[in-house]
């Protein structure tokens, strides 16, 4: 049988689950910078097939964006992405907002 402090630990272990999730997702800071896709890939796993583009950033950084619409096509073409980070950990992730020259509805 458990004490009332295991009892009590849990509890407020179990409470505190919320704010651990809310914290961890919630957004320390926001950049958009400019960058060049380089090169596209997949990767399988049991939900499907998933792409992504990999985009070289104006600050010589190379990030791995999912994307759907992934293709050869898009290589060399300009971009605009957004780098989110977030508060708890310092986990940044990657969106590409714009495509230069070209709606981003439109691609392929």
Do not use: C
């Not at 272990?13 to 380089?38: A, D, E, R, W």
């Not at 980070?85 to 940044?92: A, E, L, R, V």
């Amino acid at each position: 049988m458990k004490t009332k402090l295991e009892q009590l630990i849990i509890i407020v272990f179990i409470l505190s689950i919320p704010f651990i999730i809310y914290f961890s997702m919630s957004t320390k800071s926001q950049l958009s910078m400019q960058g060049t896709v380089v090169n596209f890939g997949a990767r399988t796993d049991d939900t499907g097939i998933h792409s992504f583009l990999i985009v070289k950033l104006e600050n010589d950084k190379t990030v791995k964006i999912n994307y759907h619409l992934a293709s050869g096509l898009n290589i060399g073409k300009k971009v605009l992405v957004n780098e989110r980070t977030t508060k708890f950990f310092d986990i940044k992730k990657y969106k590409i907002i714009k495509w230069y020259g070209q709606d981003l509805k439109k691609t392929n």
